[in-house]
């Protein structure tokens, strides 16, 4: 008889091929690369915000073709600095006061893991005092402040020694004391709501300004999901467990990760629980990416007679900002990349919006 063994046909070598296919696609990751920014398209993706500044600082935001002419921005030591004046004289009556820089992202981020590496922050070179009247920021924020939220990565004023970590938002959200930070941080204040926001103030030294510098900067990774916001900081002297973490990423199969156990059981600087007290889907959408260093207004200038070392220089921090521009060398972000990674479900758009914000 003749064989009844069928031949090969094309199906029977295609099914398994594609069913191979599906699985391998099906393949879960709790995260997915969504955008990276670093020093091949930083200025493509980021614009010059230069409107007066909305939290009043003795500011001058410069658009793109002065920045760039004055060397205030631009692509530099393999990263992105983003500068201040630190030659001329400003009494601000023409200008609104010094130079500086303040980029917001071209798209804007409902959920997501954002992980920062930055070489350099804002701050006096090596004194303290050289910080007085500089107030740096690397934030997120979403439309019509403050119902769509706020969260400052990196934030502080003046003489300042370790980093705070707010969220601003709308009434009605609340976070818990009890928060999963790591012990020496602390909750300032709980209730979100408004210009004073929850803050959670950071006690080491080498989250920020001259200590942050000190070490070559390091990785900020900020988790917002719809049950909680989470900040860590690694040194740059742990970079090898970022790379860890990057790794994890990558290549776990899982459905969710664990950041703290992914960077080897580091707790977080700063974690905020929606819990009961606060929806976070209904109180934060749509942030767009901000980093930026103004001078004086309403913290740095609001605060300027209670920090004694800063009092000690002038009356008023805008008379110090304006005749002091050789104290601002140091007063730039150099940021190496920033990673935003999104789960499933996260969202993300092109919106180019004019960012305001506003502090009393
Ligand atoms: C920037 O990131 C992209 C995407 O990962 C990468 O291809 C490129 O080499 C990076 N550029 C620099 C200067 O690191
Ligand atoms: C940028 O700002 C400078 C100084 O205010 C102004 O003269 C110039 O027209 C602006 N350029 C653009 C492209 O807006
Ligand atoms: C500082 O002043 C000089 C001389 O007026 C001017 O050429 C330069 O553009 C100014 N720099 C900045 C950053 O404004
Ligand atoms: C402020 O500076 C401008 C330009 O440098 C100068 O013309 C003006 O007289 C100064 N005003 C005061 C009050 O010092
Ligand atoms: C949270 O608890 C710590 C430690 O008990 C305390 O120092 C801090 O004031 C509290 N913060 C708030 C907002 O209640
Ligand atoms: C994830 O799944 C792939 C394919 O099944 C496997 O090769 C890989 O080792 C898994 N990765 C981890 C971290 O378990
Ligand atoms: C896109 O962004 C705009 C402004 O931030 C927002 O109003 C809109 O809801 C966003 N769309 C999606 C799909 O997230």
Redesign the pocket.
């Known amino acids: 008889m003749i064989s009844q063994t069928p031949k090969t046909t094309l199906n029977d070598v295609l099914i398994p091929l594609l069913s191979f296919t599906l699985l391998f696609s099906q393949q879960v990751h709790a995260y997915t690369l969504i955008d990276t920014f670093n020093s091949s398209n930083f200025f493509s993706e980021f614009d010059f915000f230069s409107q007066p500044d909305p939290t009043n600082g003795f500011v001058d935001y410069v658009n793109i073709s002065t920045a760039n002419h004055n060397k205030l921005a631009g692509y530099s030591q393999g990263g992105i600095y983003l500068g201040v004046d630190h030659h001329n004289l400003t009494n601000g009556t023409t200008t609104g006061g010094r130079k500086s820089t303040r980029l917001t992202s071209k798209t804007a981020y409902t959920t997501g893991l954002f992980i920062a590496d930055i070489a350099h922050m804002p701050s006096g070179k090596t004194r303290a005092e050289d910080s007085c009247g500089l107030w740096p920021a690397y934030w997120m924020f979403g439309p019509n402040w403050p119902n769509s939220g706020e969260i400052d990565i990196i934030e502080g004023v003046n003489t300042q020694k370790a980093n705070s970590i707010t969220l601003h938002t709308a009434n009605g959200c609340s976070m818990s ?1 009890n928060t999963g930070s790591i012990s020496t941080t ?5 209730d979100c709501e408004g210009n004073g926001g929850c803050g959670q103030q950071t006690q080491a030294l080498e989250t920020y300004g001259i200590g942050f510098n000190s070490g070559g900067g390091g990785y900020y990774i900020m988790e917002w999901t719809e049950s909680f916001i989470s900040v860590w900081f690694v040194p740059r002297s742990n970079a090898e467990t970022v790379t860890k973490l990057l790794n994890t990423i990558d290549t776990s199969n899982s459905s969710s990760i664990s950041i703290t156990s992914s960077l080897g059981g580091q707790q977080p600087l700063a974690t905020f629980n929606g819990g009961n007290d606060c929806s976070i889907s209904n109180h934060f959408a749509n942030h767009n990416i901000v980093f930026d260093t103004t001078f004086c207004g309403d913290w740095a200038g609001k605060t300027w007679k209670s920090d004694s070392t800063c009092s000690a220089l002038a009356d008023t921090c805008e008379e110090w900002v304006g005749q002091n521009p050789e104290k601002f060398v140091s007063a730039y972000w150099l940021i190496n990349e920033i990673k935003v990674y999104q789960k499933k479900g996260g969202s993300n758009n092109k919106t180019k919006r004019e960012a305001v914000r506003f502090r009393g």
């Open positions: 004391n602390k909750m300032v204040s709980s």
